[in-house]
């Protein structure tokens, strides 16, 4: 067997999700005790998604962790668009509910209407970032929540220090949840930004001019690590099972450690700042509103 040596740095996001969530706890403690409410979280889930179940679990784990208040509502996948929307104008009038969030995605199999659930979250409360309110800010370079995945690459990319400005960055991917506000972050960084996707004629010679890659596409080792321009930084989001069912990202890490300069690993890089930037938001909204 060779080995071949690997020239990429981790961006290890489980250590810097560790110092977010300690310095949140002691905010929330500095809080608490000037005599403010505690800051709460309330999560709703609906079906039985098994993916869905433990992020969400793991994002209760999280508040227990800070002294976030948690508030889990779990909602069988028939339950309806108009229940669903009950609770969320429950929990918008709910004093100890500073944040609100809803998993994604909803049970396909029925007919909830997403977006029309995320618009009924009180813009002040939306702990995602997803309300149309808010994503509009974001476009507009305004104040307001991030994305919890965006704003966790974004945090992981500062550990580079480089000055990204007029450097090209890929983002593979076009979600509502990642790739389209991630584009925005790095745009709003004065990088050249090049957004791909199903469509994408050749997805290889738009990544190999990337001096920043975020890979959020959900398939597996979809980019290849030769593929990686010498020196770039690899930001991948995906986080799926392989043919013998081991976690991997949507980029072939060992192939790009050999080219890249600094690299997120899978399990242990974007994952865990998701649910760091979970909770800032929601401590964030408390500061701010209540
Ligand atoms: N599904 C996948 N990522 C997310 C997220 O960041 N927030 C919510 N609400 N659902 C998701």
């Known amino acids: 067997m060779t080995t071949s040596s690997s020239s990429a740095q981790l961006l290890d996001g489980k250590a810097l999700s560790i110092q977010v969530l300690d310095e949140l706890k002691a905010t ?23 993916a869905s179940h433990i992020y969400v679990r ?18 069988a996948a028939e339950t309806g668009q108009e229940q669903l929307l009950d609770l969320i104008t429950k929990l918008n009038a709910d004093d100890r509910v500073h944040g609100i969030l809803v998993q994604l995605p909803l049970p396909k199999e029925f007919d909830y209407d997403e977006n029309e659930v995320l618009a009924a979250i009180d813009a002040k409360k939306d702990a995602d970032g ?44 076009r ?20 957004i791909c996707h199903s469509r994408t004629k050749d997805l290889a010679t738009e990544v190999r001019r990337a001096d920043v890659v975020v890979a959020a596409v959900g398939v597996a080792e979809l980019v290849q690590g030769d593929w990686i321009k010498p020196g770039a930084v690899v930001l991948d989001v995906g986080i799926n099972r392989n043919q013998e069912g081991k976690l991997v990202g949507d980029v072939e890490f060992f192939g790009a450690c050999q080219n890249a300069a600094w690299i997120t690993p899978v399990p242990g ?4 700042m998701t649910i760091g930037m979970l909770l800032q938001n929601t401590v964030e909204a408390a500061n701010l509103y209540d």
Do not use: W, Y
Request: aromatic content about 2%; hydrophobic content about 40%.
């Open 130 to 173: 997803f309300h149309p309110l808010n994503q509009g800010a974001l476009l507009q370079g305004r104040p307001a929540p991030v994305p919890c995945t965006p704003k966790g690459v974004m945090r992981l990319l500062d550990l580079t220090n480089l000055d990204l400005s007029g450097m090209h960055a890929v983002v593979v991917g």
């Open 28 to 50: 929330v403690s500095a809080r608490i005790e000037s005599g403010k409410s505690q800051p709460g979280l309330a999560t709703v889930l609906v079906g039985e998604d098994p």
């Open 269 to 272: 890089g974007v994952g865990p």
């Open 58 to 75: 793991n994002k209760r784990r999280a508040c227990e962790k800070v002294g976030v208040a948690s508030f889990h509502h779990e909602l």
């Open 175 to 194: 979600s509502n949840i990642v790739g389209k506000p991630v584009a925005l972050l790095l745009l709003a960084r004065n990088m050249t930004v090049t």
